[in-house]
């Protein structure tokens, strides 16, 4: 027996949605059955992991609260990384971009924190963080306007580089860092919290509203007019679409390209200003990988802006509920998230795969 | 049975997704035969033809070979029952000799690459009658070479059906004499050939058959002694059609453009174009002929202003615009439109819609940050209507069109810029009967209201019919301007291959030099 793959027609807009639908499932039900093999009743453990364990708690506001800490650098990475790869640029770097950023905030808040106002210093840490994240990010976009690098391996590179820096302040103990604490001998990052950080607004109860949430659901607005509606965001697209065009409508594709690059990795150091300054201390985890995940939820968001929002939602519920529901369920670690991803990411695919082509069955035919 | 064909398909369809690019196709052709497979681009030629030779595999209907019902289920399959296909875009491994791109595929050889490779593959060739260098490397090879080197592989494999896919388009009108030569070798020597072609001249001087289709369907198999190219191409086209192309005549105008001396370089360093002097006039159209790869590409881009120029002048209308920007050269009213091998690659951009496909020139227009789409879109409506693009929205992508529509589109734009030049480069390539006179009467137009038109082209026919005069480049250097109508195929297959010079053919005169320059006039006012 023999199968062939045929290209079909796309479907109705609620067809290609049940696919992605029943992949999500799908997801779910392999994660389930790992759950099952190791003794733990996948229903209890998702009722958990999609509630986030809010129901019948009494801080469930809390939980809220840390889980918009977790959204705010994932989609805002999202989105910046949505920017570059509208124009095919292959930008992998956001960790490397990210702990730029978050190093230079930090530098900010623990050199002029003392002495200036917090909103100016919380400013000042926005400001140097989209710089130095968005001239990490250039050199990768020089190179590859100038010989024609690579810019996949360039930013897969700079990324260990930029990590090893921030292993490097946070293990190194001597009187010029003062980015460990100084009376402790062991190296432990020092918190600049009482110095810098991101103001939060009650909304009537106890749920407290950050600043950073706000500024970035602005910054997803604008993005998606940018993108939409500006010559900018044109010349984004063409680029994108056909190097080649751009060059014969006479756009000046380099410059486009270095435009756009120093935008979405100052973008990704701007989650990471966020992040930093909500924290109030620097860590050699401060990325969260979301420098990766960001690559995720920008693919499967089909680089739409508003789908960004969505699926960073979604990836954030699995993300911080499998850190809670870890705490009633101690044999199922918190990266059972991770892999979750993973398995969700490739069943889309597949499901993108079933909305483009069907696989029938060769009827018998000839002698063979 | 009477006859015995080699190959016969029976009631083929074959569908992706809703389109049905082959319903219910008969073909046979016999050993000792040429056939002849005609149809416009899209009508299913090249579908029908991977079927034999395994890329697809038909929905419903039977092979037979000699005979028997067969399944052929991948390239293998086909290779195995004799089938050899020349493809239209060569596949060959550029970087390896002529030998080793044969021997990598045979399956006698065994996996290592033996010493007395170019040896076998040397005797293979001559076996078949053929010359060729074994330890020639593919990307050192001449177009003609690569196609050579394609036809000595299948023979190689031991095919007796051989399928060209438009083996013709890429050739000289020499080498495509040397080409049909080969081919009626390989007729009496009892091998079957298939020869995909939409050029009715060809059908008529090579194949015994002819079978046609028309949008995926069969129409008619007839033999090629007892039809005509008027009948052929009712059949193809589906309705009378006039073949001529019309050529007004139209006041002209002094020189537009002026081109002096020019020197430009490829991407590669080397000379492209060499000391080249030609002269558009409004109301006329100069046609560029040469040889694939002769510097046609380098000179449009240089007009355009998107590649340096090395030495020599460009004069518009007695200004210099050597050294402007793409941009103030557009606005000066120069419009150049290209299209590549792959139809899409410059000029448009294949995933948006026409309506910001139109907006690709003038979208800085305007102040402010933002794009003004409803302009746009109300030329992407016009553009739509004038020259009747079928399309189902001025918001479908570019890529979803066919290839007629894709260069309407394209060609619409550039005119609606309101351009006095016009240079484009191959457009009408791989379209249909109906596009290409369709773009032809849209260039007749322009003409007609005065815009002089460097048309740069392929068919050899169409610019005797369509150009006033026709320059021949063949490395970069011009082998003369001649007079489209006063001029022959044979001379100016000449001229391309640079066995004829005619560039010196006026002494007092020399070719691509106006009598009433503009250039002579600035001299004059200098002095």
């Known amino acids: 027996m023999r199968f062939h793959i045929v290209k079909r027609d796309n479907g109705p807009f609620w067809q290609r949605c049940c696919y992605y639908v029943v992949a999500v499932i799908a997801a779910l039900a392999v994660g389930a059955i790992i759950l099952a093999s190791i003794g733990v009743n996948p229903f209890d453990y998702y009722s958990k992991m999609f509630t986030m364990g809010t129901v019948g708690n009494k801080i469930a506001y ?221 860590s050699t985890s401060v990325t969260n990988d979301v420098g990766w995940t960001g690559i995720i939820v920008a693919w499967l968001a089909k680089l739409s802006t508003p789908m960004i929002f969505i699926v960073s939602m979604l990836i954030c519920v699995l993300q911080h509920g499998s850190t809670v529901a870890a705490v009633s369920f101690s044999q199922v670690d918190s990266s059972f998230a991770n892999m979750l991803q993973g398995v969700i990411l490739f069943l889309v695919l597949v499901a993108d795969f079933f909305v483009r082509f069907r696989i029938v069955r060769v009827k018998k035919g000839g002698n063979d | 049975m009477a006859e015995q064909y080699a190959i016969e398909m029976r009631n083929i369809t074959k569908t992706f997704g809703s389109v049905v690019a082959n319903r219910g196709i008969d073909l046979a052709v016999k050993q000792g035969e040429i056939l002849a497979l005609l149809g416009e681009n899209g009508s299913g030629k090249t579908t029908l033809m991977n079927m034999l030779s395994g890329i697809y595999k038909p929905d419903s209907g039977s092979i037979f070979i000699d005979g028997k019902e067969v399944s052929i289920d991948s390239p293998e399959d086909s290779k195995k029952y004799g089938i050899g296909m020349v493809h239209q875009h060569f596949k060959l491994v550029e970087v390896f000799s002529a030998a080793d791109n044969i021997w990598m595929g045979q399956d006698k050889t065994g996996p290592i690459l033996k010493k007395n490779r170019f040896k076998y593959v040397e005797d293979i060739a001559r076996k078949f009658g053929f010359d060729i260098d074994p330890r020639k490397k593919v990307y050192n090879m001449a177009v003609s070479e690569k196609q050579t080197l394609e036809i000595i592989k299948v023979l190689s494999y031991g095919a007796k059906t051989i399928i060209l896919d438009e083996p013709t388009s890429v050739l000289t009108v020499q080498e495509i004499e040397k080409l049909f030569g080969v081919l009626r070798r390989m007729k009496e020597e009892g091998h079957a050939i298939i020869i995909i072609t939409h050029k009715l001249n060809e059908v008529m001087d090579i194949s015994d058959r002819v079978a046609i289709l028309r949008k995926g369907e069969y129409i008619t198999t007839v033999n090629t002694s007892e039809t005509n190219e008027q009948e052929l191409t009712e059949w193809m086209v589906g309705r009378k059609i006039d073949l001529n192309i019309d050529r007004p005549i139209v006041e002209k105008t002094r020189p537009l453009l002026e081109v002096r001396d020019l ?36 000179l449009c881009e240089a007009i355009a202003g998107l590649r340096p120029i090395e030495k020599g002048q460009m004069i518009h209308k007695g200004d210099n615009i050597v050294g402007l920007s793409p941009k103030a050269i557009l606005e000066k009213g120069i419009s150049m439109s290209f299209i590549p091998e792959d139809r899409l690659g410059m000029g448009l951009a294949p995933s948006m819609s026409i309506t910001e496909n139109m907006l690709l020139k003038n979208y800085r227009d305007g102040k402010g940050p933002l794009v003004d789409r409803k302009r746009g879109r109300a030329d992407a409506e016009q553009v739509i209507k004038e020259l009747e693009v079928v399309t189902p929205s001025s918001e479908t992508p570019v890529r979803r069109l066919s290839g007629g529509n894709v260069q309407k589109v394209l060609l619409g734009r550039e005119i609606k810029a309101g351009p006095n030049v016009i240079v484009t480069a191959y457009p009408v390539r791989g379209l249909d009967i109906n596009s290409s006179y369709a773009i032809y009467n849209i260039l007749n137009k322009q003409k007609l209201a005065g815009v002089g038109v460097l048309f740069v082209g392929e068919d050899l026919d169409v610019m005797m019919a369509l150009c006033d005069k026709i320059m021949v480049l063949c490395h970069g250097k011009v082998m003369g301007v001649v007079h489209a109508h006063k001029t022959t195929k044979e001379e100016l297959g000449l001229m391309m291959t640079g066995v004829l010079d005619l560039s010196e053919k006026h002494e007092d005169k020399p070719a691509g030099i106006a009598k009433d320059s503009l250039f002579e006039s600035k001299d004059g006012e200098e002095a």
């Open chain 1, 62 to 282: 809390k939980t809220f609260m840390n889980y918009l800490k977790e959204f705010v650098p994932l989609v805002l990475t999202a989105v910046a990384l949505s920017l570059a790869f509208k124009m095919r640029f292959w930008n992998i770097g956001g960790e490397g971009q990210f702990i730029m950023g978050a190093i230079a905030s930090a530098w900010v808040a623990f050199q002029f924190g003392a002495y200036l106002p917090m909103a100016v210093t919380l400013i000042f840490m926005c400001i140097a963080a989209m710089l130095a994240a968005g001239i990490y990010g250039l050199i990768a976009g020089v190179l590859k306007v100038k010989f024609g690098t690579n810019e996949t391996l360039m930013t897969l590179m700079l990324n260990y580089v930029a990590l090893y820096v921030l292993y490097f302040i946070g293990e190194t103990k001597a009187d010029w860092n003062f980015f460990l604490q100084a009376d402790s001998a062991r190296p432990v990052f020092e918190s600049f919290a009482s110095v810098a950080q991101f103001p939060s607004f009650s909304l009537g109860g106890k749920f407290e509203l950050n600043v950073t949430v706000i500024l970035t659901v602005i910054i997803g607005v604008l993005i998606f007019f940018y993108l939409k509606y500006t010559k900018q965001g044109y010349e984004i697209g063409v680029v994108g679409d056909s190097a080649n065009t751009a060059k014969y409508a006479g756009m000046k594709v380099n410059k486009i390209v270095l435009r756009t690059v120093f935008l979405s990795a100052a973008l990704i150091g701007l989650a990471s200003a966020f992040k930093v300054g909500t924290s109030g201390v620097l």
């Open chain 2, 263 to 298: 020197v430009i370089r490829n991407d590669e360093g080397s000379v492209a174009i060499d000391n080249v002097n030609f002269y558009i006039r409004g109301g006329e159209i100069l046609g560029v002929a040469g040889i694939a790869g002769c510097g046609q590409k380098e």
